[in-house]
C-alpha cells in the first residue's frame, strides 16, 4: 500500500495544453502539499491544504489551481501549460501539528515541448 | 523567514566509511524540526530522521544520526559504514512551528557518492 500516490509519474505534454496530476494518501493526515523541484533540484513549497483549506498559496503563476476534494485528496490542475513548467511535482501529506514528519509521494514528472 | 544552508555540494565516501553532510540553519522560530530526507537517482524523497528543536538527545535511526548543535543552527547528518545504495541526493530541511505554517524550508542539496 502507496502511503501517498500520485498520478500520472511521467507526463510529456505540448505547451498550451491544461494538465492535472492527482494525488491520494492513505495515512489518515490532515495537511497536503504540492512541492515543486526544478532542473537544479532545489525543493520549494507551492500550495497546502489543511483540512480541505488553503493555507499556504505561495508565489505561484495563477495558471497553477490546487483542489482538495477531501482531506485525503489534493489534486493540481495547470493551464496553458509553459516550457518553464517543467519539472518534477511532488505531493506530500503530514498531520497539521508541529513536530510531524511530512511524507512525500514518488513524484510526477513533467515536461512540456 | 527560515533558511537552510548545505554548503557541500557533492561528496564522496568509501564504501563502509562514515560521511557527515553538512546543514545550518536559520530562524527567528523558538520551536522548530529538523528533517533529513534521501533521494535517490529513481526521484523519490524518503524521509530519513527527524530531530525537535527541544530534544536533548541527538536523534539517531539505525545507520543514521543527526549530529544538533543549537547554539551553532547546525543539524549535521552521520551516516556510519556507508553502503553503496547510500548514494543519493541528501537534503537537510526544517518546519517552524510559529511563523512559517506547516511548510518545509529546504536546502539544496548534497550529492553524495559512495565508492567501492
Known amino acids: 500500500d502507496t502511503a501517498v500516490s500520485q498520478t500520472p509519474k511521467y507526463l510529456v505534454t505540448q505547451m498550451g495544453n491544461d494538465k492535472s496530476i492527482k494525488c491520494e494518501q492513505n495515512l489518515g493526515h490532515d495537511t497536503m502539499y504540492w512541492y515543486k523541484q526544478d532542473s537544479k533540484k532545489f525543493l520549494k513549497i507551492m500550495f497546502s491544504y489543511n483540512n480541505k483549506e488553503l493555507i499556504i498559496n505561495e508565489t505561484v503563476p495563477n495558471r497553477f489551481s490546487p483542489k482538495s476534494p477531501d482531506k485525503a485528496h489534493l489534486n493540481l490542475h495547470i493551464n496553458s501549460l509553459e516550457l518553464g513548467d517543467s519539472a518534477v511535482y511532488f505531493c506530500?501529506?503530514?498531520?497539521?501539528?508541529?513536530?510531524?514528519?511530512?511524507?512525500f509521494g514518488e513524484g510526477s514528472w513533467l515536461t512540456v515541448v | 523567514a527560515q533558511k537552510i544552508t548545505q554548503t557541500q555540494p557533492g561528496m564522496f565516501v568509501q564504501e563502509k566509511e562514515a560521511v557527515t553532510l553538512d546543514c545550518t540553519y536559520d530562524?527567528?522560530?523558538?520551536?522548530?524540526?529538523l528533517f533529513w530526507y534521501k533521494q535517490p537517482s529513481s526521484g523519490e524523497m524518503i524521509f530519513l530522521i527527524y530531530q525537535g528543536s527541544y530534544d536533548e538527545q541527538n536523534a539517531t535511526e539505525g545507520r543514521y544520526s543527526l549530529n544538533f548543535q543549537k547554539a551553532r543552527k547546525s543539524a549535521n547528518l552521520v551516516i556510519s559504514a556507508s553502503q553503496l545504495g547510500d548514494s543519493a541526493m541528501y537534503f537537510c530541511a526544517m518546519r517552524g512551528w510559529e511563523t512559517s505554517g506547516s511548510r518545509l524550508t529546504f536546502g539544496e542539496g548534497t550529492q553524495l557518492t559512495v565508492n567501492p
Open positions: 530562524t527567528s522560530d523558538q520551536s522548530y524540526g
Open positions: 506530500a501529506s503530514s498531520l497539521g501539528a508541529p513536530g510531524n514528519t511530512i511524507y
